[in-house]
């Protein structure tokens, strides 16, 4: 099957979903030649993923491989198994789940919004210009995720959209990474041996990295010692927790983890979302109806900002947020490792060294899930006859993940996601180029092969 998957790679989350709906339990055995070990079960069934991520979750760690793939981050929350996957996940559960961290990510989304996001689209709707929005929402993104992870402000977001070397760095790893993961591990590792290639600019890229971690952990060092007053971010909280502040590693491997995931996931839904309300304009006419009906603040520039918690009162904005999710999910693919032999529930037996691929991408699109209607963006199926927002099971609906790996910052991702989203729709008015096809690029995010281009109008 292998030669199947390298002539159709750049489209084949949607070859992939096709056969899933085709098979009988909604999932199949993907078989490579014998000698590159490429044995992988692929499943977009939920009672499948209920039992492989919550009811025998042990048995289906990241693995060696996975961790060999992504060997820049270390032992981060993203990559690590067992005790350190635990100890880095409780750290970061106890410091998302506070009250102080959550202000602080909705007054520094705030902030991002008036000072960044706003006066961009401003100036692009006094230019007519036309603008790759993916590539705008992934330095706000980027420039948020830097700030709150961090505690630096490396202000990508701006007019002559400057190239930034950090940034440049997490594009090149980025490509790395997952040239690794879709080519065999005898080719990359060749290629990592002769250090030509993706591998070459891996190296590179990773160096730039550890320099940016390097000073962000002597600056809040520094800010520590001398009583500084600064924002909570991860970094500095970390730092001061007695256990922590001397571990260099775990530092560095936090930064790194949450930076990739952080920039990737947030820009990808923003995008996917914005796509959807040009091409919906009936859903984008309800969603203002809604931030008609909330308190906001205008700015000096005559522009109007909305507050984290009035946006938490709108039942079809977030409606719309998990329909476009749905369809859409950052995070197209969830893999795992076989680690005990096992027999899933829909009675297929799984053997020690397999992979497991669980297509969040194709779970979206079943029929069998989500109804005859499963391929309409119809925000109105997760509202209830009361008007309250319907419950789906997270192994049902898996953008955000499900059981013990669930995501954690889940909520800081909503209240960003809404903001800049209320912020541009009310304010602006978007349209996509005529003759630009939007379409899923192949990754481990689910960006748009070819940016999404729009013209920006002022509301």
């Given amino acids: 099957m292998l030669p199947v998957l390298l002539a159709n790679l750049s489209r084949i989350l949607d070859l992939s979903s096709r056969k899933l709906r085709r098979s009988n339990g909604n999932h199949f055995f993907f078989h490579g030649p014998w000698f590159l070990s490429m044995s992988i079960f692929v499943t977009a069934n939920p009672v499948d993923a209920r039992h492989l991520f919550i009811d025998n979750f042990q048995n289906y760690p990241k693995g060696k491989d996975f961790y060999e793939i992504f060997e820049l981050g270390g032992d981060g929350i993203f990559i690590a198994d067992g005790d350190t996957w635990k100890y880095h996940r409780v750290k970061a559960q106890l410091l998302m789940s506070s009250t102080r961290f959550r202000v602080f990510i909705a007054q520094l989304s705030r902030e991002k919004i008036e000072n960044a996001l706003h006066p961009f689209l401003a100036y692009a709707s006094s230019q007519n210009k036309i603008i790759d929005i993916q590539n705008m929402f992934l330095r706000l993104s980027f420039d948020m995720s830097t700030n709150f992870i961090a505690g630096a402000d490396l202000g990508t977001l701006s007019r002559d959209l400057s190239e930034n070397p950090i940034a440049r760095a997490i594009n090149e790893v980025a490509a790395a990474l997952f040239f690794r993961f879709v080519m065999p591990r005898p080719w990359w590792k060749l290629l990592r041996a002769l250090s030509v290639g993706h591998e070459k600019r891996m190296v590179a890229g990773g160096r730039i990295l550890d320099r940016f971690v390097a000073e962000v952990i002597e600056e809040r060092r520094r800010e520590i010692i001398e009583g500084r007053d600064a924002p909570p971010s991860m970094l500095r909280s970390y730092m001061e927790e007695t256990e922590v502040q001397e571990s260099y590693k775990f530092l560095r491997e936090s930064i790194i983890n949450f930076l990739f995931a952080a920039r990737d996931t947030t820009s990808a839904a923003l995008t996917w979302f914005l796509w959807a309300m040009c091409r919906y304009p009936h859903v984008e006419e309800k969603i203002i109806d809604e931030l008609n009906s909330i308190s906001k603040s205008i700015t000096s520039d005559g522009l109007a900002v909305f507050e984290a918690e ?150």
């Fill in 310 to 459: 009035q946006l938490e009162k709108l039942i079809y904005f977030h409606a719309s947020i998990l329909e476009s999710l749905r369809l859409h999910p950052s995070t197209p693919l969830n893999i795992r490792s076989v680690l005990k032999p096992d027999i899933l529930p829909t009675g297929v037996k799984l053997t020690p060294g397999m992979k497991v691929v669980a297509s969040m991408y194709a779970m979206g699109r079943m029929k069998t899930i989500w109804g005859e209607d499963c391929f309409e963006f119809k925000p109105e199926r997760w509202i209830s006859k009361e008007g309250e927002l319907k419950y789906e099971p997270s192994y049902k609906f898996l953008p955000f993940h499900t059981g013990p790996r669930s995501c954690l910052g889940k909520q800081i991702a909503l209240t960003q996601i809404k903001m800049v989203i209320a912020a541009m729709v009310y304010n602006f008015c978007f349209e996509i180029v005529e003759g630009h096809v939007p379409e899923p690029k192949f990754s481990f995010i689910l960006h748009m092969k070819n940016g999404l281009m729009v013209r920006v109008k002022k509301r």
